[in-house]
C-alpha cells in the first residue's frame, strides 16, 4: 500500500488506476479504524508517517463532491461524515462532526465540536463545546479540550510534524495550539494561551528564565503572559506562555483547570 500510494505521489497520472485509487480508500478506512496513525510515538520520540500524510491529500484528489444530508442539514463536501458511533462507544452530541478518517477512540465525548480526517483522538478523552481538532492533529488518552479549544491541522508540507497531545492533558477555554507544537504528558494550560512553534514558552519557576519553543513540558502548568520586544517604533509586549509550576504527583489526573491553577494562586 506504501509504494502504491509513493508511486501515485511523484506521478499523479497514476491516481486514474484503480489499484491506487483503491490503496488510498483502504488508508483511509484504515484511519477511521485506528489501524495506522499519521503520528505515532516510538521509542522516545514521535515518527511522522509521511506516506499517510500523502494518502489523506491524494484522497482528496479522487474523492467528488456530493451532497450529504443529515435530517434537515444539507451538506457539499467530498469527505463522508463518520458513522456508527453507538458501536465506537463513542458519546456524540448534536451538533458535534468528525470526519470519516479520523479516529475516535472508545469513551471519548464529542460535545457540539469537531475532528477533521486524519486525526487521532485517544480513549476517554472529552473535546468540549466548539473545540476543533485539525486534520491530523494527534491526541492522547484523558486528555481534556475545553470549549473553544483550537487545535491546528496540517497536511502539507507532507515532512512538518502534526500537534501532539499527550495523555492526562488539560487544555483550557480558547487556548490555541497549532503549527505542530507538542504538548507532553500532565500539561495544564491555562485559558487562552496560544502555543506556535515561535512562542516563547518561559520557565519562571527558577532564579533565571528559561525559553523553550514549540514544546510545553511534562506535568508544566502554564499560563499565558507577555515580555517586551524592542521594534524599531519602540518596545512593545508581545505575547507568551509561562511555565508558572508542575501539577503536582498528588493531584487527581482528571482535576479541573481551577484545581490545577489554585496550587498556585492563580484566578482564571
Known amino acids: 500500500m506504501r509504494k502504491i500510494i509513493e508511486q501515485a505521489w511523484d506521478d499523479l497520472s497514476l491516481l486514474q488506476n484503480n489499484e491506487s485509487q483503491q490503496a488510498i480508500r483502504e488508508l483511509i478506512a484504515m ?79 464529542m460535545m457540539p465540536s469537531y ?33 473553544g479549544v483550537g487545535i491546528g491541522g496540517v497536511l502539507e508540507p507532507v515532512q512538518a510534524a502534526p500537534v501532539i497531545i499527550e495523555d492526562n492533558c488539560f487544555i483550557g477555554s480558547r487556548a490555541i495550539i497549532v503549527e505542530g507544537a507538542h504538548v507532553k504528558k500532565n500539561a495544564v494550560l491555562g485559558a487562552n494561551v496560544v502555543i506556535t512553534q515561535s512562542t516563547h514558552i518561559i520557565d519562571v519557576t527558577q532564579n533565571q528564565p528559561i525559553i523553550i519553543k514549540g514544546t510545553v513540558p511534562e506535568n508544566a502548568v502554564v499560563i499565558p503572559g507577555s515580555y517586551t520586544k524592542s521594534f524599531s517604533a519602540g518596545d512593545y509586549q508581545v505575547p507568551c506562555a509561562l511555565i508558572i509550576g508542575k501539577r503536582k504527583a498528588q493531584t487527581d489526573l482528571k482535576t479541573s483547570l481551577n484545581d490545577a491553577l489554585r496550587d498556585f494562586n492563580i484566578a482564571i
Not at 463518520?82 to 479520523?102: C, M
Not at 478523552?125 to 481534556?144: K, Y
Open 115 to 147: 475532528v477533521n480526517i486524519g486525526a487521532y483522538v485517544g480513549s476517554g478523552t472529552m473535546i468540549d463545546t466548539w473545540a476543533t481538532v485539525g486534520s491530523c492533529a494527534q491526541i492522547g488518552e484523558n486528555v481534556h479540550l475545553s470549549g
Open 31 to 109: 484511519l477511521n479504524n485506528g489501524q495506522v496513525r499519521v503520528a505515532e510515538p516510538k521509542d522516545d520520540h514521535w515518527q511522522v508517517n509521511e506516506w499517510v500524510k500523502k494518502g489523506v491529500i491524494l484522497y482528496f484528489r479522487i474523492q467528488s463532491m456530493e451532497v450529504q444530508q443529515s435530517g434537515i442539514f444539507e451538506f457539499y463536501d467530498k469527505i463522508d461524515l463518520k458513522r456508527g458511533f453507538d458501536n465506537l462507544q463513542v458519546r456524540v452530541v448534536p451538533q458535534a462532526t468528525a470526519r470519516y478518517g479520523s479516529y475516535l477512540a472508545p469513551g471519548v465525548v
